[in-house]
């Protein structure tokens, strides 16, 4: 099982933009999250693009587990493979949460190729820590992402069967949530029809609450 980690981990990986473009912000990351982190107390990390980084009030939310929010804007499931090391493996995690794909699926990236990058994630993780749950958030629908919403359906029934078939990985569904039947809920997003706002999040921690005890 560990060489077929690292065979995952080590095959080639093309980045499809610069991972070099966010390293400002993760180093700036690095240094607020060392600040907080009590290293004798279980830590669960909630990683991944805008929708993690501007959920704000995480802590407060879970206020009985040491979290560290690693998410860093407009960033894709490449990009978190890039940065694992400083945004995931450094806090030694018991559990790591996990939103990518809505960006890359935005930007047309098939949902195979964002299942690779995944699970390069999950192979570096559980070589330095074998034990570590990762839960896989679903994308997200949103308003102006709206018309793809058949290529979100495919990635998150892909995350699901991969919850499924792993014991050490679990999948939230927050897309059936956010939606009326089969409406999406307006209401749940600021005024760029991308980002949550506070009634948007308040759904997405009922969903996650059940997966972070």
Same mark, same amino acid.
């Given at each position: 099982m560990t060489l077929l980690l690292l065979l995952i981990w080590t095959s080639p990986?093309?980045? $499809?933009?610069?991972?070099?473009? !966010?390293?400002?912000?993760?180093?700036q990351l690095v240094q607020v999250n060392d600040s907080l982190w009590d290293q004798n107390q279980e830590t669960i990390i909630f990683t991944g693009s805008s929708s993690i980084r501007t959920w704000e009030n995480l802590q407060s939310e !879970?206020?009985? #587990?040491?979290?560290?929010? $690693? %998410?860093? %804007?407009? $960033?894709?499931? $490449?990009? &978190? &493979? !890039? #940065?694992a090391a400083e945004l995931i493996l450094r806090y030694q995690p018991r559990k790591v949460f996990i939103y990518e794909g809505d960006n890359d699926l935005s930007e047309g990236k098939r949902p195979g190729k964002i299942l690779k990058h995944i699970n390069a994630i999950l192979a570096r993780i559980w070589l330095n820590y074998p034990g570590t749950e990762v839960v896989l958030i679903s994308a997200k629908p949103s308003i102006v992402r709206w018309n793809r919403r058949r290529a979100f359906k495919r990635l998150n029934r892909r995350f699901k069967r991969m919850a499924k078939k792993q014991p050490n990985i679990g999948y939230v569904d927050v897309w059936t949530p956010m939606l009326s039947g089969k409406k999406l809920k307006k209401d749940l997003f600021i005024e760029d029809g991308l980002h949550m706002n506070q009634k948007g999040y308040e759904l997405w921690k009922q969903a996650i609450d059940p997966y972070v005890k």
């Amino acid at each position: 099982m560990t060489l077929l980690l690292l065979l995952i981990w080590t095959s080639p990986v093309c980045w $499809s933009q610069d991972p070099d473009r !966010f390293r400002e912000e993760v180093e700036q990351l690095v240094q607020v999250n060392d600040s907080l982190w009590d290293q004798n107390q279980e830590t669960i990390i909630f990683t991944g693009s805008s929708s993690i980084r501007t959920w704000e009030n995480l802590q407060s939310e !879970f206020p009985s #587990y040491q979290i560290i929010n $690693s %998410g860093f %804007g407009g $960033s894709h499931a $490449s990009d &978190l &493979l !890039f #940065y694992a090391a400083e945004l995931i493996l450094r806090y030694q995690p018991r559990k790591v949460f996990i939103y990518e794909g809505d960006n890359d699926l935005s930007e047309g990236k098939r949902p195979g190729k964002i299942l690779k990058h995944i699970n390069a994630i999950l192979a570096r993780i559980w070589l330095n820590y074998p034990g570590t749950e990762v839960v896989l958030i679903s994308a997200k629908p949103s308003i102006v992402r709206w018309n793809r919403r058949r290529a979100f359906k495919r990635l998150n029934r892909r995350f699901k069967r991969m919850a499924k078939k792993q014991p050490n990985i679990g999948y939230v569904d927050v897309w059936t949530p956010m939606l009326s039947g089969k409406k999406l809920k307006k209401d749940l997003f600021i005024e760029d029809g991308l980002h949550m706002n506070q009634k948007g999040y308040e759904l997405w921690k009922q969903a996650i609450d059940p997966y972070v005890k």
